[in-house]
């Protein structure tokens, strides 16, 4: 079974600094990793995934991620954030044998001025 | 969220009542999923299509019933809504088994009162 951790359910930053959300899984086979944002009454849009190859991910908005095998982590980071990141950050697993996501439980960035 | 609707968008309903939640997909995507989303508990899997009249349960199937007799329709029902139901539906589109990434409707606020 694979199972995803957030350990933060919030996090407060002021405009223009550095941001780190965190991430965990746990599973016995090679995954996939994925990282979506939902904006405030909105669907989730991906953000950022890792299949295979480079361990370091950019995706859009200025977001990278880093996938640690030893680890088992996939945090998300930006060096400069802004006002307009502020929603709810998801991280999500698969893996080749499963035919869906499993997701965290959320963490809530709020960019402050 | 182009090629994937999800109606309605808003409903309230009775304890007890049948309900209906229709996901529209005009991808021709051959997975289709339903999540809910709870505060605290992230994205949760209710059911999952992975063609015409083949279903499967996720991890928070109880209570819940899906159909899917064409490719771009995926309703979910629940047979008798009770207060615990009321949540954010989503439903999300894959093209392959293993999700390269999903598209996401824009959801359905549910209230069960």
């Known amino acids: 079974a694979q199972s995803v951790t957030q350990l933060d359910s919030q996090v407060p930053v002021f405009e223009e600094a550095p941001v780190e959300l965190r991430c965990n899984y746990s599973?016995?086979?090679?995954?996939?990793l994925f990282w979506y944002v939902q904006y405030p009454n909105q669907g989730l849009q991906l953000l950022l995934k890792?299949?295979?190859?480079?361990?370091l991910v950019k995706g859009i908005n200025g977001f990278e991620a880093e996938f640690n095998k030893s680890q088992t982590s996939f945090h998300l980071r930006k060096p400069s954030v802004h006002i307009s990141d502020t929603a709810e950050y998801f991280c999500?697993?698969?893996?080749?044998?499963?035919?869906?996501?499993?997701f965290g439980s959320g963490t809530q960035l709020t960019v402050l001025p | 969220d182009a090629g994937i609707t999800q109606s309605p968008r808003h409903k309230v309903t009775e304890t007890g009542t049948p309900v209906t939640l229709r996901c529209h997909q005009t991808?021709?995507?051959?997975?289709m999923y339903w999540y809910r989303q709870d505060p605290g508990h992230g994205l949760r899997l209710i059911h999952y299509?992975?063609?015409?009249?083949?279903?499967d349960k996720g991890e928070v199937s109880d209570g819940y019933s899906v159909s899917r007799s064409k490719t771009e329709d995926f309703l979910l029902t629940l047979e008798s809504a009770t207060s615990s139901q009321t949540s954010v539906y989503f439903c999300?589109?894959?093209?392959?088994?293993?999700?390269?990434?999903?598209?996401f409707g824009s959801g359905t606020r549910l209230t069960v009162v």
């Open positions: 999300a589109i894959s093209e392959r088994a293993v999700p390269y990434g999903y598209t």
């Open positions: 599973s016995s086979v090679s995954v996939y």
């Open positions: 890792y299949l295979s190859g480079s361990t």
């Open positions: 999500a697993v698969t893996s080749g044998s499963a035919r869906q996501l499993t």
């Open positions: 991808e021709n995507h051959r997975y």
């Open positions: 299509s992975y063609g015409v009249k083949d279903t």
